[in-house]
């Protein structure tokens, strides 16, 4: 291992050079958000003088520790956590397909030190490999009185201007980016596909577990109150970003949650935070921007896994919720008898995990395939290595190669079949970024041909036909 610099448009950088992999962390786009900034839009970053070293992360938005063994937030930890890291394999070349990853994390977690999110193997496929920390939970998408919408979508735009202007000082081509994102991730690029202020700034993007939750202002509002009222009121402005993130914290996990006739879907959705379709930020929801044509220049991959619940299922020790309910209160009409119709063998805790697959996941993506106008290409990942089957975040370690990482540990079980199926996934994704075919045929939405990712793949017509008949008569709707 041995330093590398590099030359950005607001400074000289410091990275490490390692098995012909150049690294550039904690990179910033955007000024600190807090201050005299909190709640603002995101503003460009100062330049400085000298040397910045750039082989360590930046700090991580405020967020919850929901997952196992994550550290308690701090801003004691900095408050600079609009940063960018940097993968290439050739920091003197030029014209490389650069891939810019947008984490997941339901709109509340997520940073770019994920161990899950280590670019240096996808990068050797022969691509940059640039991922972005932005704002989310209250900081980035709780509906403020004077701050904008959707700032975590606003940060998405002002790193991906960084990358126009910065991607040629490291072997990229600001003309040939690939947005790529997973879970809330996706959500944020089907956002970005539909936004006039992105426009121009990517050329492709893959989609991998589209959410289908897009909030009111006044539902968003009302929570942005829920909070503050768990803090004893005040304004957002004044709160310590780790009260924040307690008392959001404990909305997502308060007794009464469950209950449809107050919440109604957010009864089934543990997430205080989604994108606000707020007339300005986001005009609309992406699938009715896409019908409309909005981002038809863009090329599309987007898909999901089968068993896309099966996860929170299992971390929620298997309870099964009120089927009828969930029916009733989240699914198009009719939907119980249909579901019972296609899977006649079913027991009523498969048609939970498959109606909510379904809601949450699966038909997202599948009606955002039918929506776009432009060139699609869709997928389904249905290797199954563990009881979780193909579930939520199986694609993540399989898609940057991270097989050794906690969580692909977690979902793949250690299987050995593992490195052949990240081998399809970084083959695709990179292959499709470099020219736009990910190596399976277009889809169009009467033959729907999907690619199943699988220990034997194959290319399949509409493998999940029965949910898609059943969604696309209501299309996705807009919480509030």
């Known amino acids: ?40 839009a995101p503003q460009p970053a100062d330049p400085w003088d000298g040397v910045r070293d750039a082989t360590s992360f930046g700090p991580r938005p405020p967020q919850p520790a929901i997952l196992p063994g994550m550290p308690r937030w701090s801003s004691a930890d900095g408050l ?3 940063t960018v890291n940097v993968w290439t394999p050739d920091p003197g070349g030029a014209g490389l397909p650069v891939m810019v990853w ?5 709109y509340l977690t997520g940073a770019t030190d994920f161990p ?3 670019g240096a193997r996808l990068a050797r496929e022969g691509v940059v490999v640039i991922s972005v920390n932005h704002r989310i939970g209250m900081e980035g998408y709780g509906q403020v009185d004077g701050a904008p919408a959707n700032r975590g979508l606003l940060d998405q735009v002002a790193a991906l201007r960084w990358v126009q202007e910065n991607a040629a000082a490291f072997g990229g081509d600001p003309g040939n980016v690939t947005v790529f994102g997973e879970s809330a991730g996706a959500g944020a690029i089907a956002c970005l596909m539909a936004m006039p202020a992105a426009a121009g700034l990517f050329r492709r993007a893959i989609a991998q577990s589209v959410p289908g939750a897009f909030f009111t202002p006044e539902l968003a509002a009302g929570i942005t109150a829920a909070i503050m ?12 970003p780790e009260d924040l993130v307690e008392s959001a914290g404990a909305l997502m996990m308060a007794p009464g949650r469950d209950d449809p006739g107050r919440w109604g879907p957010m009864a089934f959705l543990r997430m205080p935070f989604a994108p606000v379709v707020d007339g300005e930020v986001l005009t609309t929801t992406p699938w009715e921007a896409l019908s409309a044509g909005a981002g038809r220049d863009i090329e599309l991959v987007v898909g999901f896994t089968r068993d896309e619940f099966r996860y929170f299922h299992t971390l929620g020790g298997g309870r099964t919720g009120d089927l009828g309910a969930a029916m ?10 249909a579901y019972r119709a296609a899977r006649p063998e079913a027991t009523a805790e498969d048609l939970y995990v498959l109606l909510m697959s379904d809601w949450l996941f699966r038909m997202p993506s599948a009606l955002l395939a039918d929506a776009h106008q432009g060139q699609v290409h869709a997928y389904e990942l249905a290797w199954s290595p563990t009881g979780m089957g193909a579930c939520h975040g199986l694609d993540v370690p399989l898609t940057f190669g991270t097989l050794d990482a906690p969580l692909a540990l977690m979902l793949t079980g250690g299987s050995p079949e593992g490195e052949g199926l990240s081998r399809q996934f970084r083959t695709a994704w990179t292959r499709f970024a470099a020219g736009g075919d990910p190596g399976w045929a277009a889809y169009d939405p009467v033959k729907a041909t999907t690619h199943v990712f699988d220990v034997d793949p194959s290319d399949v017509s509409d493998p999940e036909a029965p949910s898609r008949a059943l969604w696309s008569q209501r299309g996705i709707q807009v919480i509030g």
């Open 229 to 240: 009222e768990g803090l004893g009121g005040g304004s957002p402005y004044d709160a310590a």
């Open 80 to 82: 600079d956590c609009l």
């Open 328 to 337: 009733r209160t989240l699914a198009p009409a009719g939907a119980e008898t």
């Open 116 to 118: 899950e999110y280590d």
């Open 102 to 106: 947008i984490y997941g994390g339901a």
């Open 1 to 40: 291992m041995r330093l590398i610099a590099a030359a950005t448009t607001t400074g000289t950088i410091q990275g490490h050079l390692d098995d012909g992999v150049a690294a550039f962390k904690g990179i910033p786009y955007a000024k600190s958000p807090f201050g005299p900034l909190r709640m603002a």
